[in-house]
């Protein structure tokens, strides 16, 4: 079964996870928690620009241990299964689509479309590394990124959350 076992990020996807859940803004405040936070939107963000990236084969490596997996295990599917019906490019088919969704999950046969997700999470990585780490060396920096991606986030996808923004601008300022 998918998101059973503990799972590692390795190489320069555990770097980037790592920097994302490392960074705070002060004793308070942090990009990410948890590596947890980083793989329930990753491959989301990897999907919805576009992203995908192989298994990098380096030394670094970070975990989410399977307690943690199991606990969040309902959201991690449902992530998968949005992924496996909406992604037309690694599947015209609809009907096909939703057999990879729900009744080919977890199965041998899906070993391709794990791995396609997997890449969705690891381009997802790069994209959050690349928009909130890349470039920043004060919090100010960070909190521009990440002012920066919600703005253009905003304007790919038109669902902005004004109270999130707002509170960008605020501590923007």
């Given at each position: 079964?998918?998101?059973?076992?503990?799972?590692?990020?390795?190489?320069?996807?555990?770097?980037?996870?790592?920097?994302?859940?490392?960074?705070?803004?002060?004793?308070?405040?942090?990009?990410?928690?948890?590596?947890?936070?980083?793989?329930?939107?990753?491959?989301?963000?990897?999907?919805?620009?576009?992203?995908?990236?192989?298994?990098?084969?380096g030394v670094s490596?970070?975990?989410?241990?399977t307690d943690i997996?199991?606990?969040?295990?309902?959201?991690?599917?449902?992530?998968?299964?949005?992924?496996?019906?909406?992604?037309?490019?690694?599947?015209?088919?609809?009907?096909?689509?939703?057999?990879?969704?729900?009744?080919?999950y977890g199965d041998?046969?899906?070993?391709?479309?794990?791995?396609?997700?997997?890449?969705?999470?690891?381009?997802?990585?790069?994209?959050?590394?690349?928009?909130?780490?890349?470039?920043?060396?004060?919090?100010?920096?960070?909190?521009?990124?990440?002012?920066?991606?919600?703005?253009?986030?905003?304007?790919?996808?038109?669902?902005?959350?004004?109270?999130?923004?707002?509170?960008?601008?605020?501590?923007?300022?």
């Open positions: 079964m998918i998101f059973s076992s503990e799972y590692t990020f390795k190489g320069i996807h555990a770097d980037r996870v790592k920097d994302l859940t490392g960074f705070k803004f002060d004793k308070e405040h942090v990009i990410f928690e948890r590596n947890m936070d980083v793989y329930l939107l990753a491959p989301i963000v990897g999907f919805l620009y576009n992203r995908r990236s192989p298994v990098d084969k490596t970070t975990k989410i241990f997996l199991l606990k969040y295990q309902k959201e991690l599917e449902f992530n998968y299964r949005l992924i496996m019906l909406l992604d037309e490019e690694h599947e015209a088919d609809f009907e096909k689509r939703v057999d990879k969704a729900f009744r080919h041998k046969t899906a070993t391709a479309d794990v791995e396609r997700y997997e890449e969705y999470v690891r381009g997802g990585i790069d994209v959050l590394h690349e928009k909130l780490m890349q470039n920043a060396s004060m919090p100010d920096d960070y909190i521009k990124n990440l002012y920066e991606f919600m703005k253009e986030f905003d304007s790919r996808y038109n669902q902005s959350s004004d109270e999130i923004i707002d509170l960008c601008k605020l501590a923007r300022s």
